[in-house]
């Protein structure tokens, strides 16, 4: 096989639909612990039930554990949650909580395990730091690149699975705290609420979906990505129908398998198969991602949210309650049309009544108060004749989907009957009651063969049957039955130990809790200090006897040529740094570029460490030469748990920094306001922080971080927080506040006496 299809399984049958269609692997979650809370997620018993068919059929099943867990959740559920599906050969886990993947890995050390996407793995060297932690395959960041993907594949061994379809965040590689702070509701906890779906105003008076990506759809793409080197074809789509499931993964595992073998994709098959899938469902059309699309306004449709589905006609005239359209697609019985008016709004719903094909009229009636106009568009949200293809389509294949059994049935009078099965190299043998001299009519080898050949809902057929039965015997027709069913279910145990056997594992191990590590309170206060005219009132609070006070100044916030200038302005007072948060290969270059000419001077104040942002800076720092000296996990690195912190520690952070007070940054994006409302810098604009607000008055600030093209997306208000842990280090995030309240916020904050 080219390349794995990794289909969504958000319900048990939605898990069975996407297999019988051509799947390869599903990604699924339990009840616990799934980035998916809300999704109609298989208990234990139905998932062992899943590795059963899916390993009869040489497919996998992995298992999503992709949110935060507390001490509490790591050591008294995680083990006790996989320890039945390890014992029946789950095939691997999706982790993002660096403490729950050094905890799965110590327990089940022969379970692979897939880093999420929500680590934000954007290269090579960022990959292969997990692969003592067990980790076999990565899902790199969903802002990269096909480039970048493919300059990936060649500096690691690492499988490589990319999301290929299906719906995007707009917070980076998902990890997003705007959910909690908006809705209440945390998306690392399985719960996100979509904020990024919302209406937004912005401070000028212009209201729309500002953060709502379009749905991604690759299938013209399957071949570039397979030369990419890309392992697995990810597919979004936990919270969709089955219908969904099942087609996405019919239509990439046939684009896949035709790149294969060489077939260049029809045009006009591409376009109707695409269609296929808007149909399922899309947000105002497709978008390739950020694997292709160079535009990222391409990215976001800000007119609509919600299911667009497929414009099938225009509307021609409109009289006395009734409205006249062309159509241009195809309708059909029971489909849901909408008329929408120029602002994308829905003005008019109907169900259709009786089918129709381009170029007819069709009339439709209306109801009084509906405002439908001429050149207004008509699209289809429901296709009825899709869903009852793809049912049906289901159906037969369940029909079909059943394992080849070859069977040899003896009878002689006077000897047990007896039924030999075999399923390619796994066969059984099962033997019933005496045949006995007939008393009246005999049993012939038709007879027998019929009875043995009602498989009904089994989930084995006869590929080919040899029936010997000795002339003048009786057998009653129910024991044949009976001998069937129970040879049949001897096969299927018989199966079932032979897939267990090929994923025979280490038995596992429950690891021991970890001690709570309690460590002196130190009173250091860290200061993100993100504007040039901050760093002289915070230096001159430092020179009052406040010499705890720790600035911190992130560097994509000043341009490398002030670098020099802000080492001069702390002079002997000591400071940190913090790299850029997104560090993509493109940005890393550059980086690297700037650090060459103007990190140097740097070095020559007194730098006294590294407040770590991404895990990703870790192997940056290497390359800078400057990894000696100390490291902090900052905020941005997620610690809920007593391994996490462990982990930050062998990999050389002395301590972990948490936000006491300031604006929270809900979120880091790719996806910039300021270039979809033309203030973009590189057309022109002049990119400014952009104060966007929900309908409930809810929202926050979008800061453009321009040289590395990205924003900060801050809580409207500054605010005293909570401390992750007891132990963590306090920090004061200076974001957006002005130089001249700099005592005045420490004072409120109980920071300055």
């Known amino acids: 096989m080219s390349v794995e299809i990794l289909a969504p399984g ?31 997620n298989p208990s234990v018993e139905e998932l062992c039930d899943i590795l059963d068919f899916a390993h009869a059929r040489d497919k996998k099943i992995y298992l999503t554990v992709n949110t935060l ?57 960022g990959a292969n730091q997990w692969k003592p932690y067990g980790v076999t395959r990565v899902v790199p960041a969903r802002e990269l690149s096909i480039g970048e993907i493919a300059q990936m594949r060649k500096h690691t061994d690492l499988e490589m699975e990319v999301f290929v379809h299906g719906a995007l965040c707009y917070c980076y590689s ?18 996100c609420a979509q904020p990024c779906r919302l209406p937004y105003r912005l401070s000028s008076g212009k209201t729309g979906y500002y953060l709502s990506p379009k749905d991604m759809c690759t299938l013209g793409q399957v071949g570039e990505l397979m030369d990419a080197g890309v392992d697995s074809f990810k597919i979004e789509g936990r919270m969709k129908k089955l219908e969904y499931a099942a087609l996405t993964a019919r239509l990439y595992r046939m684009y896949a398998d035709a790149h294969e073998a060489g077939i ?27 694997l292709f699309e160079k535009d990222k306004k391409e990215i976001i449709y800000k007119d609509k949210n919600g299911h667009y589905g497929v414009e099938v006609g225009t509307v021609l005239r409109v009289k006395k309650g009734e409205a006249v359209y062309r159509l241009s697609e195809e309708i059909s019985y029971q489909d849901v049309l909408e008329f929408r008016d120029a602002k994308g709004e829905k003005v008019y719903e109907y169900t259709v009544k009786n ?15 509906c405002v439908i106009k001429p050149g207004q568009k008509v699209f289809r949200t429901k296709n009825a004749a899709l869903l009852q293809e793809i049912d049906a389509a289901l159906e037969q294949e369940k029909k079909e989907d059943k394992l080849p059994v070859q069977g040899i049935f003896q009878a002689e009078i006077g000897k047990e009957m007896r039924l030999q099965l075999s399923c390619g190299t796994v066969s059984c043998e099962v033997t019933g009651i005496h045949a006995e001299p007939a008393k009246g009519k005999a049993v012939s080898a038709e007879d027998v063969r019929k009875r043995l050949q009602k498989t009904g809902e089994s989930e084995f057929t006869f590929s080919a049957l040899d029936v010997s039965v000795e002339a003048g ?51 250091h206060l860290f200061v993100n200090v993100t504007d040039f005219r901050q760093i002289f009132e915070v230096k001159s609070i430092q020179t009052e006897g406040n010499s705890k006070m720790i600035p911190v100044f992130p560097l994509e916030w ?91 520690q062998k990999l050389g952070m002395e301590d ?98």
């Open 10 to 40: 958000g319900s048990v049958d939605g898990i069975y639909a996407a297999m019988l269609h051509g799947a390869d692997a599903i990604y699924t979650g339990t009840q616990r612990f799934s980035a998916r809370a809300f999704a109609d």
């Open 69 to 125: 867990l507390t001490d509490e959740e790591l050591e008294d559920h995680l083990y006790d949650l996989l320890l039945p599906l390890y014992d029946n050969g789950l095939d691997a886990v999706i982790v993002q909580d660096i403490g729950v993947m050094q905890f799965i890995h110590e327990a089940f050390p022969d379970l692979d395990i897939h880093a999420s996407t929500q680590m934000t793995i954007v290269t090579a060297d």
């Open 174 to 191: 998902g990890q997003c705290m705007m959910s909690q702070s908006i809705g209440g509701r945390s998306g690392n906890r399985g719960m």
């Open 264 to 290: 260049r994709p029809n045009d006009k098959e591409l376009e109707k198969d695409v269609k296929k899938l808007m149909d399922l469902y899309n947000r105002g059309g497709f978008c390739k991602g950020y």
């Open 355 to 369: 089918g129709c094909i381009p170029p007819a009229e069709v009339a439709a009636r209306y109801q009084k108060g």
């Open 473 to 523: 015997a009786f057998l009653p027709l129910g024991q044949i039955a009976a001998l069937r069913r129970a040879g049949f279910a001897e096969l299927g145990q018989k199966i079932k130990e032979k897939q267990l056997e090929k994923r025979r594992r280490v038995p596992a191990k429950r690891p021991q809790k970890q001690a709570r590590s309690k460590k002196a309170k130190k009173e």
């Open 558 to 648: 000043f341009p490398g040529k002030c670098w020099k200038k802000l080492a001069d302005a702390m002079g002997d007072l000591p400071f940190m740094i913090s790299l850029p948060v997104i560090l993509d290969l493109p940005a890393r270059k550059h980086f690297l570029q700037i650090w060459k000419q103007y990190g140097q001077e740097l070095q020559k104040g007194n730098l006294t460490g590294i407040l770590i942002q991404s895990l990703e800076h870790l192997t940056v720092l290497k390359q800078l030469e400057i990894d000696h000296l100390p490291r902090i996990a900052g905020p941005r690195l997620y610690q809920w748990n007593e391994r996490t912190r462990e982990v930050y």
């Open 656 to 753: 972990h920094v948490s936000l006491a007070a300031g604006r929270l940054a809900v979120m880091v994006t790719k996806g910039c306001v300021n270039q979809q409302t033309g203030n973009c810098l590189r057309t022109g604009g002049k990119p400014v922080p952009l104060e966007i607000t929900t309908p409930k008055k809810d929202g926050f600030v979008s800061v453009p971080i321009c040289e590395y093209c990205y924003n900060f997306c801050y809580e409207k208000e500054g605010k005293v927080q909570e401390l992750q842990c007891e132990d963590d280090l306090p920090m004061l995030d200076l974001a957006l506040v002005e130089p001249h309240d700099i005592r005045k916020v420490l004072k409120q904050w109980n920071f300055l006496s």
